[in-house]
């Protein structure tokens, strides 16, 4: 896209205030190539004024068991994981940077979700108590666009995510077992060639939907299901 086209959006007549504000605040951001990933890019736009949280994760964390494994436990067995050698810590720090950034990714389309929804659900009602405008129904049209769009990114994002998921979890998993057995020869030594229950293999299921509410205005939003989405996308 070129400067010039960028420039027609901004001023074409039938761009409301809000798409108007949001095209010329995401041009500069997106443009400038820093290395960054896209979707990084776009959250800073969408969170613009936002103040940070202090710990971004916390919530997902309490709902995710890779992410609270890497937030709250992984430096604590940093002893075991160099014992597993420099490709296997080198492997997991990959894994890990993958992880987030599916995460972060996925988030990035709710917060867009839930921005897009407000301004169709508003535009909605005010074609509903208004006079049909042509230009309120193009604008309709695209939002349920760019929703489509999110929903189909936040898909994919998802899918990744639930990939390098089913690589990292025997890895935790290993790492949790090899501390409990150390924990457990230290505390018993006498008991020593006992073997503990092995930690819990992190699954889907003991983990659940890892993005079920989206951080923004410093609450908390459910975000919309793909079944919320399609039926919101079939109204009028």
């Known amino acids: 896209l070129k400067p010039a086209a960028a420039k027609g959006l901004t001023q074409g007549l039938l761009m409301s205030g809000w798409l108007r504000g949001f095209a010329e605040a995401t041009w500069s951001v997106l443009t400038s190539d820093d290395g960054e990933d896209p979707d990084e890019s776009l959250m800073k736009v969408v969170n613009c004024g936002k103040e940070e949280d202090e710990d971004p994760y916390a919530e997902l964390a309490k709902i995710d068991q890779l992410l609270f494994f890497f937030e709250y436990e992984a430096e604590k067995l940093e002893r075991y994981i160099a014992e597993e050698g420099p490709s296997f810590a080198k492997e997991l720090e990959q894994q890990r940077q993958r992880y987030y950034n599916m995460v972060n990714s996925i988030d990035t389309q709710n917060q867009r979700i839930v921005f897009l929804v407000d301004e169709l659900v508003r535009l909605r009602a005010e074609l509903r108590t208004g006079p049909r405008r042509r230009e309120k129904l193009v604008e309709i049209a695209q939002l349920k666009l760019d929703i489509s769009d999110c929903k189909t990114k936040r898909f994919f994002k998802n ?56 951080r923004r205005r410093g609450h908390n939003r459910k975000a919309y299901t793909d079944a919320e989405l399609t039926q919101l996308l079939k109204e009028d």
Do not use: C, N, W, Y
């Open 159 to 214: 899918k990744e995510r639930r990939e390098v998921h089913m690589e990292l979890a025997p890895k935790i998993a290993r790492l949790k077992t090899t501390h409990l057995l150390a924990k457990s020869a230290f505390e018993a030594p006498d008991s020593a060639t006992l073997q503990p229950q092995a930690a819990e293999l992190i699954t889907e299921s003991t983990m659940g939907h890892h993005a079920t509410s989206v």
